[in-house]
């Protein structure tokens, strides 16, 4: 059973950082494309960014390019997610999912996290 689960996320104040985790089980992430998604309440959910199987990054949101980065740990199976200058506006629930490659779409993610919520307030 494929299993991807987020994890880091909690409450920060504007300007501070986090890093969110992406681990799974059941797949080997290093084979797939990952993509980090948020969607804020009453909002669609959005792509970030994405890793793919050769480790290029692409970023689908401006809003988050020099603030946002994306690595995996082949070792540990996990992908993650740093996150520095977070602004208000980036409270949502994040999400992770893979696919075959990377897009921001999405329809083309076979695998899906649960979510972890990260919330930027003073």
């Known amino acids: 059973q494929v299993q991807l689960v987020e994890s880091g996320g909690g409450l920060v104040q504007p300007g501070g950082s986090l890093r969110l985790s992406c681990a799974a089980s059941?797949?080997?992430?290093?084979?797939?494309?990952v993509g980090w998604f948020r969607q804020a309440p009453g909002k669609e959910r959005e792509g970030l960014l994405c890793?793919?199987?050769?480790?290029?990054?692409?970023y689908f949101a401006d809003s988050v390019k020099g603030r946002f980065t994306i690595s995996r740990d082949n070792v540990k199976n996990t992908v993650y997610l740093q996150m520095s200058s977070l602004k208000p506006e980036s409270t949502a629930d994040y999400y992770c999912?893979?696919?075959?490659?990377?897009?921001?779409?999405?329809?083309?993610?076979?695998?899906w996290g649960q979510g972890t919520q990260v919330a930027v307030s003073s």
């Open positions: 059941g797949v080997t992430l290093g084979d797939y494309a």
């Open positions: 890793i793919s199987s050769n480790d290029v990054r692409i």
């Open positions: 999912a893979a696919a075959g490659l990377c897009g921001g779409s999405v329809g083309i993610y076979t695998y």
